[in-house]
């Protein structure tokens, strides 16, 4: 399956996602999107660098150093859930979501982890 089809299969089973993204985080770059809402590059762009100041914080290393290395990072705002999910396997991938605050969150995190594992595997 193709990785825009994966992303565009996040959006089937959770329409309360606008945009989910898959990006390669060490070269601060969205490799491919999906989503409800049309979305400017210059958007993709600052969701992929709040993905790599969730992940490089100098603050995680409390975090780190209390829970081990963090995979995922939560935004909970008025305008949404923006959530950061980078790969236990390929650190460098990530997948960066924008959701309606009604998503069913437990089920939506275990997707979209679902989804990326397949995806870093190449499957």
């Known amino acids: 399956m193709a990785i825009s089809d994966s992303l565009g299969a996040v959006i089937?089973?959770?329409?309360?996602?606008?945009?989910v993204a898959f990006a390669d985080l060490?070269?601060?770059m969205i490799l491919?999107?999906?989503g409800r809402d049309d979305v400017t590059q210059e958007f993709?762009?600052?969701l992929c660098q709040q993905a790599r100041t969730s992940f490089d914080d100098p603050l995680f290393s409390l975090?780190?150093?209390a829970f081990g290395e963090p995979h995922s990072a939560?935004?909970?705002g008025p305008d949404g859930v923006r959530l950061f999910l980078r790969s236990e396997n390929e650190p460098a991938d990530a997948l960066c979501?924008?959701?309606d605050?009604?998503?069913d969150l437990p089920g939506f995190v275990a997707k979209i982890r679902e989804t990326l594992d397949k995806i870093s595997a190449g499957a």
Do not use: G, W, Y
């Open 74 to 76: 939560l935004v909970i």
């Open 12 to 19: 089937k089973a959770f329409p309360q996602t606008r945009v």
């Open 32 to 34: 491919a999107s999906q």
């Open 63 to 65: 975090s780190v150093e």
């Open 26 to 28: 060490s070269s601060r």
């Open 101 to 103: 605050h009604s998503i």
């Open 97 to 99: 979501c924008v959701c």
């Open 44 to 46: 993709l762009d600052q």
